[in-house]
């Protein structure tokens, strides 16, 4: 079903929601479901940076030493997801592939399970649950992987979802609600006495409406005449997946996620129950740059292969690079700006697909309310008002400039 377009006229509605990407639809399905009068603009509503992610659920095994706040909203976001993509399933009539199959993650050498236990130990600390394995129990849980495993975390409570079908979910969830699309690239903020008033787009048609949501994802910080001490500081952090197909024949290949960190890299494989296999992902930071490259894909296949050698009989059946939203502190930046009637709701950097139910939930609660609820005040976009990181002028240009 396509979505329901706006003609080139003005439109304007109570909120405007510039990104049609997971967190852009999220938001614009919540704000309907309020009675919000809303409007997506985005050329390819459903595209973005989700129709590249694995879709891991990954708060626990994805923790990071320093975001102990952000592991917060992982974890709220996680506990939600059940209902969440019931609801959406029951609006949508699409299945979302959400899975509660668990996560393990191994260690191949010494170094690994040194990093490894350091990780356990943190989640230990953080009150999450996860058990260490022996290499001989991890091979029992998964009898594809190497027989060098050294040993393991098992992690239950880190699932997976399918990011492709939850975007095109959350299209058709958005469509019902009566959410408009607006096909066309955004291309500069209206501000008008010193207020948002909605945007103008690529071809000139004017959008105008009481609030604006910047949820653009990696380009969030590209939409020309956002005022400097608002513009988010978001920057592009490139990802390569690659897509296998397992063959009936050798099904079940993985029953769990499986993850590691070879020789200091992050490789994972998430399994679908329709014979997908996603191995992820390479972290560069190249500015725009979406190309597959040779390394990126030898490195991701050596390092899987590593974990589990089997998968080099598996068709390799795509290849692609998507663009992470990332922050200075790797953290969203959700509801309002210092500028009246603009909202963020942008860099989630690797967290996007996890934080999508939370996200929308506090996005709906800051366009009625103007406030944050509280799970989310510590990711206001004013902590970053007045920080060094923030985009000089001369790297804000038109979201028409660059691939998402
Ligand atoms: N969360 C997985 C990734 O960003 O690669």
Redesign the pocket.
């Given at each position: 079903m396509h979505p329901r377009t706006t003609t080139p006229s003005a439109t304007t509605a109570d909120v405007l929601v510039v990104g049609g990407g997971i967190i852009g639809l999220v938001t614009a399905w919540r704000a309907a479901q309020r009675g919000l009068s809303t409007t997506v603009v985005d050329p390819e509503p459903g595209g973005g940076a989700a129709q590249v992610?694995?879709g891991?659920l990954?708060a626990v095994t994805?923790l990071h030493y320093g975001e102990q706040t952000l592991l917060g909203l992982n974890l709220e976001s996680a506990r939600r997801y059940p209902d969440f993509a019931a609801e959406l399933t029951e609006a949508s009539g699409r299945d979302l592939g959400y899975r509660a199959c668990g996560t393990l993650a191994v260690a191949l050498d010494s170094d690994d399970r040194a990093h490894l236990r350091e990780l356990h130990a943190l989640q230990r600390r953080s009150g999450l649950a996860s058990e260490w394995l022996s290499g001989r129990d991890c091979r029992r849980l998964e009898p594809m992987l190497a027989p060098g495993v050294r040993g393991g975390l098992r992690v239950d409570g880190d699932h997976q979802v399918d990011p492709r079908r939850l975007a095109a979910a959350l299209v058709v969830a958005c469509e019902r609600a009566g959410v408009v699309f607006h096909r066309g690239w955004a291309e500069r903020l209206s501000v008008v006495r010193d207020r948002a008033r909605g945007i103008v787009t690529a071809d000139g048609t004017e959008l105008t409406a009481d609030q604006t949501v910047l949820a653009a994802g990696s380009l969030s910080g590209r939409l020309a005449d956002v005022p400097d001490d608002v513009l988010p500081p978001v920057r592009p952090v490139k990802?390569q997946v690659l897509r296998l197909t397992v063959p009936k024949a050798y099904a079940p290949f993985l029953s769990r996620t499986v993850r590691a960190v070879v020789r200091g890299g992050?490789v994972?494989l998430v399994p679908r129950e329709n014979g997908e296999l996603v191995v992820?992902?390479t972290?560069e930071e190249l500015g725009w740059d979406t190309t597959v490259t040779a390394g990126g894909v030898y490195e991701l296949l050596r390092d899987a292969h590593e974990l589990v050698p089997g998968i080099t009989e598996l068709p390799l059946t795509e290849t692609r690079a998507g663009l992470?939203p990332g922050s200075p502190d790797n953290a969203p930046m959700l509801g309002p700006t210092r500028l009246a009637g603009l909202q963020l709701a942008t860099g989630h950097?690797?967290?996007g697909?996890l934080l999508t139910p939370v996200t929308g939930d506090v996005m709906a609660h800051a366009l009625t309310t103007g406030e944050l609820p509280d799970e989310a005040r510590p990711f206001t976009p004013r902590r970053f008002a007045d920080s060094p990181c923030a985009p000089s002028p001369a790297t804000s240009a038109a979201l028409t400039e660059q691939p998402v």
């Open positions: 992610a694995a891991m990954a994805e990802g992050h994972y992820g992902a972290s992470r950097f690797r967290n697909v």
